[in-house]
């Protein structure tokens, strides 16, 4: 069974600062990975997704990932956060079944940001 | 373009009642799939929706039941509830075949007391 794990509840960055929420995951094929965001009160919205080819990904707001086979890790990164980043993160593994996609829902990790 | 859009926002109920939310999928859309968030966790996968019939479920107890309408639309109903249903219910369109994408709608936010 597929699974994912994010190993930090709880990370607290200075506005400007970078930032890497880590996410490994346990799958049995090549994987297809995901983070979301969820802004307070707000459903969960796509960063960015990793199905095959280039390792580094590039989504919104700025926000890239790295696969990473031999660690089975699939980071999250932003050079320069903003306070509006602030939010719970969510990592994700999946693949197509059926013509669509169940992924499965790391913890998540919440991201605080100081001014 | 409306996204997904879930009613009611917020309920409560007590032990033992029945509840049903609903969900509108993004227009488009074909397939609605359901997630539980209990707090402090990671969204749990219920089961997905398409032409109507439920296409995969996951590890939830048949209490958990939904309906899809010939318009897309979604219900879930729990009933029997207990204290551990009380979570944000998540509903999540997307179309076959899919772009890996799924749109979330806010949640409705079950109390059970």
């Known amino acids: 069974a597929q699974s994912v794990t994010q190993p930090d509840i709880h990370i607290t960055v200075s506005e400007g600062a970078s930032l890497e929420l880590r996410c490994n995951y346990s799958y049995g094929a090549t994987p297809y990975l995901f983070w979301y965001v969820q802004s307070p009160g707000q459903g969960l919205q796509l960063l960015l997704k990793?199905?095959?080819?280039?390792?580094l990904v590039q989504g919104i707001k700025g926000f890239e990932a790295e696969f990473k086979r031999s660690q089975s890790s699939f980071n999250l990164r932003k050079p320069s956060v903003h306070w509006s980043d602030a939010a719970e993160y969510f990592c994700?593994?999946?693949?197509?079944?059926?013509?669509?996609?169940?992924?499965?829902f790391g913890r998540g990790t919440s991201l605080i940001v100081h001014p | 373009d409306a996204g997904v859009t879930q009613s009611p926002t917020h309920l409560i109920k007590t032990r033992g009642q029945q509840v049903t939310l609903r969900c509108s999928p993004k227009s488009g859309h074909d397939t609605v799939s359901w997630y539980q968030q209990a707090l402090g966790q990671g969204p749990q996968f219920i089961f997905q929706y398409y032409e109507e019939e439920e296409r995969q479920r996951g590890n939830f107890p048949d209490r958990f039941s939904g309906h899809q309408f010939p318009n897309y639309s979604s219900e879930l109903n729990v009933n029997a509830l207990l204290l551990g249903d009380s979570a944000l219910y998540l509903c999540?369109?997307?179309?076959?075949?899919?772009?890996?994408?799924?749109?979330f709608g806010e949640g409705s936010r079950l109390t059970v007391l």
């Open positions: 994700a593994v999946g693949a197509p079944s059926g013509g669509s996609y169940i992924p499965t």
């Open positions: 999540a369109s997307s179309q076959i075949p899919a772009t890996g994408e799924l749109f």
């Open positions: 990793y199905f095959s080819g280039d390792t």
